[in-house]
């Protein structure tokens, strides 16, 4: 065997714990680098798999500086024809919804629930699918869809489906006219039906404002150019009158490019899902931290090394060995062990795919999907290897052999400056990472406890259609744990937007976010009015509704109670009352101006589906849940699907789920630096005190205690903590309060967050230090100076 080799298990055997805890701290280190690097690619990859996805844009109305994603079918159709850049455009409705339908076999009938999403023809030019069945050029129309292999698969097997019906609970038979591959989860477009929308639907409609619109330019150059070519083609005095000036009117059209689509935020009515490139850059800064931690862990490990190398080392020079072969013979080693810590990480990837933690990573973690992520963490891990094996080869063999081998070598006060240094930069990292996961979890916990204006606790909701409002609610109310039900239009908190609507009072135009809602909302949802009335039953019996306002639109608009909100056609009424500002949208956003309104009998439609049920406190919620399922079932028995009954804490949850995910995948990694950087100390550790333990035996015999001893070596480190605490602190500070501004309700800056991340690190280190010194310092101090 080779004398070097030789000499390396008998160093790894006498430190075997050492070894192998930096064996697994860089095998963690390489597991997260490539999770995190395939979290990277899943965000920044969002929708690139389109062909020319730099080509395709939506298109976005701007008005008085603020963007909404909706349009007119008009408007839009008039933009795609403007120029001749413009190659293709689509229309779609404003959201995917899940659609009732069933498919007939053999006379049998199996019912689903689908996502489905209603389309123009262009819709198929804009976006790029991959047709597994139908032509390519075919084109969607009245009666026609378009389903994904998923979905063909799970309704007529490994049957074509070209040709087949699915018959809609509503729109009746539907065929299949092409199915397409599977789209990526990583796109705004989501699987489900694509149904042709009807070819006069809100045709010249300039009013309905409830469509997006996507196009495709030939050149990507060329779409900024486009809103001014259409100001000069289209005759918008035609439509809004002789006074009508753009400049004035601040109407405009922006365009944002598909990719990034997944980072523009304060779009009003965008649900696509959103990524925040200031989370993402925290994501890859903890993967590059991982990685360098790791990598100066297993360099310290190499170098530490040195001290019990070297004699042997130098003899095999005195023999004639060459300096060259030594040194590649050494950082071979250092590669062998990083190499060998790379297939753990693949090991321990494999393994946390089946894992609950797997939920916070939105991409598919299979290897396979990601052959260039496990390649390149392949050669960062050759690379570790090689850096960490290149510099104690070099070290070890720079000395003169003679000299060595004359007495003992110890550690150099150089060497000592370096591993510090080194070691002050895993302590600094900690911190940061501490602090920063520490005000992520406090943000979180804040948006998701916060009083919201409104009674949230021991609520029920479900969906419900019709009309039978007052009859479904006192069926409710016969089980004894339930208080009271309303209802209302829309989920309180459970978006960033909701309804808005432009209208007159006294004769200017103002615009506000509206909830219709049933007259015993406000009563039995807990909300306090500030002035004038609470909704009366009679309201809806009037023929325009009623309003009440939140504090800033009062304040914003100087509204005045008995005052009437002007418009044309439905959404008219009287101003009957204010109230405090009610957390109606998410924390991200500051509340805007919005009111509730309950209908008069002029309206559009008056679709109150979604059921608030407020629970006695101490009520059974499973029976309460049984009884809402069964009363849903008495009013709807020819409804197939499953009633989806939840609490409103599930409302709450999901409206920051994506803030969640990623909090908790940043304390998760955060928790490994910490990790691994305390494997470091720990190394160290054991081989400063094995290094120094003549030096131990020699104040034990002097008369130094075990408790001196042990004391002088947390000073040595307890120094280390407070100088990388003050460095770490502030950076900690300057990103955490960049990271909140993304949020217009934030948590306070708590001073005892950045106490506890020194306390927690302090009293891991000072533990890892005392343990291993302890036995040191108890060994018999002769025995010690003998061994030397």
């Not at 609950?356 to 891990?381: E, R």
């Not at 044309?568 to 500051?590: H, L, T, Y």
Request: with cysteine.
């Amino acid at each position: 065997m080779n004398p070097i080799i030789r000499n390396l298990i008998s160093v790894v055997r006498r430190f075997k714990l050492a070894a192998s805890l930096n064996i697994l701290g860089l095998s963690v280190a390489f597991a997260a680098f490539m999770v995190i690097m395939i979290q990277l690619d899943y965000d920044y990859s969002f929708d690139k798999f389109h062909k020319d996805s730099d080509k395709i844009f939506r298109v976005e109305r701007a008005l008085r500086g603020e963007a909404s994603l909706l349009l007119s079918r008009p408007y839009a159709e008039r933009f795609f024809e403007s120029s001749p850049h413009i190659v293709a455009g689509a229309i779609t409705q404003s959201y995917t919804f899940e659609s009732p339908l069933y498919v007939e076999i053999d006379g049998e009938r199996n019912y689903y629930m689908e996502n489905s999403l209603v389309v123009t023809p262009g819709f198929f030019d804009v976006f790029t699918f991959d047709f597994v069945e139908g032509s390519t050029d075919v084109h969607i129309g009245p009666g026609s869809i378009f389903i994904p292999l998923s979905m063909k698969r799970k309704f007529f097997g490994d049957e074509p489906a070209v040709g087949k019906q699915i018959v809609h609970m509503g729109w009746g038979n539907q065929t299949v006219i092409a199915v397409y591959r599977d789209l990526p989860a990583n796109s705004i477009i989501q699987n489900g039906i694509f149904y042709a929308m009807q070819p006069h639907e809100n045709r010249e409609n300039w009013n309905n404002m409830s469509y997006i619109a996507y196009i495709r330019v030939n050149q990507a150059s060329n779409a900024a150019q486009l809103f001014e070519n259409f100001k000069r083609t289209f005759d918008a005095k035609a439509l809004w009158g002789e006074d009508f000036n753009w400049e004035e009117s601040s109407n405009s059209l922006r365009l944002t490019a598909l990719p990034d689509v997944h980072f523009v935020t304060g779009v009003q009515y965008d649900r696509t899902p959103k990524a925040s490139r200031q989370t993402l850059s925290v994501l890859f800064a903890i993967a590059i931290v991982i990685i360098a931690i790791a990598g100066i862990n297993f360099t310290n490990f190499s170098t530490a090394l040195s001290p019990m190398r070297v004699k042997n080392i130098n003899t095999m020079r005195v023999l004639g060995v060459r300096r060259n072969k030594i040194r590649l013979s050494i950082a071979s080693e250092a590669v062998f062990f990083s190499m060998l810590s790379y297939f753990i990480a693949l090991w321990f990837i494999i393994l946390f795919q089946v894992t609950p933690l797997a939920k916070l990573v939105d991409a598919d973690l299979s290897l396979k999907a990601h052959p260039l992520i496990t390649g390149g963490t392949a050669l960062v891990a050759l690379f570790t290897g090689w850096f960490a094996g290149a510099y104690p080869a070099w070290f070890m063999t720079s000395f003169a052999p003679a000299l060595v081998l004359k007495g003992s070598f110890g550690l150099s006060p150089k060497g000592k400056k370096m591993r510090n240094t080194l070691i002050g930069i895993q302590y600094a990292a900690s911190f940061a990472l501490i602090i920063g996961a520490s005000f992520m979890y406090l943000q979180n916990r804040f948006m998701q406890n916060s009083p919201l204006g409104y009674d949230k606790d021991e609520l029920m909701i479900t969906s419900f259609e019709g009309n039978r409002h007052d009859a479904f609610a006192n069926q409710l109310k016969v089980y004894s744990g339930i208080e009271d039900v309303t209802f209302g239009e829309s989920l309180l908190s459970s978006s960033d937007q909701y309804m808005g609507w432009g209208r007159y009072y006294k004769g200017e135009n103002i615009g506000f976010q509206v909830i219709p809602v049933h007259h015993t909302f406000l009563k039995v949802m807990g909300v306090h009015l500030t002035a004038g009335r609470n909704f009366r039953q009679e309201d809806g019996n009037l023929l325009e509704g009623v309003f009440v306002f939140n504090e800033t639109a009062q304040k914003r608009f100087n509204l005045e109670i008995g005052e009437t909100i002007e418009g044309q056609g439905a959404g008219r009424g009287e101003i009957i009352g204010f109230m405090p500002d009610v957390k109606f949208a998410s924390f991200r956003k500051a509340v805007e101006p919005m009111a509730f309104y309950v209908w008069g009998t002029e309206n559009w439609g008056n679709r109150l589906n979604q059921v608030y049920i407020q629970l006695k406190a101490g009520a059974n919620k499973r029976e309460a849940m049984s009884h809402v399922q069964a009363t849903l079932s008495e009013f709807f028995p020819n409804y197939p699907f499953s009633f989806n009954v939840r609490f409103y804490d599930e409302v709450i949850q999901r409206q920051y789920e994506k803030e969640t995910s990623l909090s908790s995948l940043i304390s998760l990694f955060s928790i490994m630096a910490i990790f691994i950087s305390i494997v470091g100390v720990f190394g160290l550790v054991v081989f400063d005190s094995e290094c120094r333990r003549k030096e131990i035996g020699i104040r034990k015999i002097l008369g130094a205690s075990t408790m001196g001893i042990i004391i002088m070596f947390n000073k040595a480190y307890f120094k280390i903590l407070v100088i990388c605490f003050v460095i770490a602190a502030p950076l900690a500070w300057y990103a955490v309060t960049h990271w909140l501004e993304n949020f217009a309700y934030k948590t306070p800056m708590y001073w005892w967050v950045y106490l506890l991340a020194f306390v927690a690190v302090a009293v891991i280190t000072v533990c890892t230090v005392t343990f291993q010194n302890w036995r040191v310092a108890n060994d018999d101090p002769v025995k010690a100076i003998k061994s030397e």
